[in-house]
C-alpha cells in the first residue's frame, strides 16, 4: 500500500504576511509619532497604541527607539527615492529632466510634510542615525549617479556648462525646497505675507526652476 505523504505545512506564509503587516504598521504608526513629537519626545506607547500592536512586539522587531527612528528614516528615503526612480529622468532631454526633477522636489516635500519633520528631528541629533545607515547611502548612490549622467549628457550636447557638481546640484534643488517649507510659518511672519498660498506656492516653484536651470545652462 503506497505511503501518504504528509502535505506541508501552510503556517509559514502567513506568519510570514502577518510580521510583515505588523513591521509596516509599527513604521506607519512611528513615523506619525517621531514627526509630531520628535525623537526626544516619542513614546513607544503610544507608536503601540497608534499601531494597534503590544509594546512587546515593537521591541522584537527593534531592539530601541533609536533603532526604530532609523527604521523610519531608512523607509523614509526609500519612499522618495523609489519615487525619483518613477520620474524616468533618464529618459527626458537634460533640460527637462533637471526642471522635472526640481518640480518633483517642491511637490514631494508639499505633500510629505513628515519627511521634513524627520529630518529636522535628526539633525537636532547631529545625523548620528543616518551616518550609522550603508542603507541610504546605497539608496541616493543611483540618484546622483542618474544627476551626473544628464549632465553629462547636457554637456556633450552643447546645453549644460561643465563643471558641475551633481551632489552640489541636489543639494542646491532640496535646499531652496526645504528652507522655504520649513521655515514658512517664520519667513511668513517677517514678511508679512502667507507663503504656502497657491499663487505663493507657484511663484516659489517657478522660481527654482529658473535659478537652478539659469546655473546649468549655457549662457
Known amino acids: 500500500m503506497p505511503s501518504v505523504k504528509a502535505k506541508p505545512a501552510k503556517t509559514a506564509e502567513p506568519r510570514s504576511r502577518d510580521a510583515d503587516r505588523s513591521q509596516l504598521a509599527i513604521l506607519l504608526a512611528a513615523r506619525d509619532e517621531f514627526a509630531q513629537h520628535g525623537l526626544g519626545g516619542a513614546r513607544v506607547d503610544r507608536i503601540a497604541e497608534r499601531a494597534d500592536v503590544n509594546k512587546r512586539l515593537i521591541y522584537y522587531y527593534f531592539t530601541s527607539k533609536d533603532e526604530l527612528f532609523l527604521a523610519v528614516l531608512e523607509q523614509a528615503y526609500a519612499d522618495i527615492r523609489e519615487a525619483e526612480n518613477q520620474l524616468h529622468l533618464r529618459d527626458m532631454p537634460p533640460a527637462q529632466a533637471i526642471q522635472r526633477l526640481t518640480q518633483f522636489t517642491w511637490e514631494y516635500y508639499i505633500a ?25 547611502r546605497d539608496m541616493n548612490s543611483p540618484l546622483i549617479q542618474t544627476l551626473a549622467e544628464i549632465l553629462e549628457r547636457g554637456r556633450s550636447e552643447g546645453l549644460f556648462r561643465g563643471g558641475i557638481d551633481p551632489i552640489q546640484l541636489y543639494v542646491s ?29 507657484h511663484e516659489r516653484l517657478s522660481h527654482m526652476c529658473d535659478v537652478i536651470l539659469g546655473y546649468v545652462l549655457r549662457n
Not at 534643488?173 to 498660498?197: C, E, K, P, Q, V
Request: glycine letters at 8%.
Open 112 to 136: 510629505h510634510p513628515e519627511f521634513l519633520t524627520l529630518l529636522n528631528s535628526e539633525n537636532l541629533h547631529q545625523g548620528r542615525h543616518l551616518a550609522m545607515s550603508g542603507r541610504v
Open 173 to 201: 534643488i532640496a535646499g531652496m525646497a526645504y528652507f522655504y517649507l520649513s521655515n514658512n510659518h517664520t519667513l511668513s511672519a517677517i514678511f508679512g505675507r502667507d507663503l504656502m498660498t497657491p499663487k505663493a506656492r
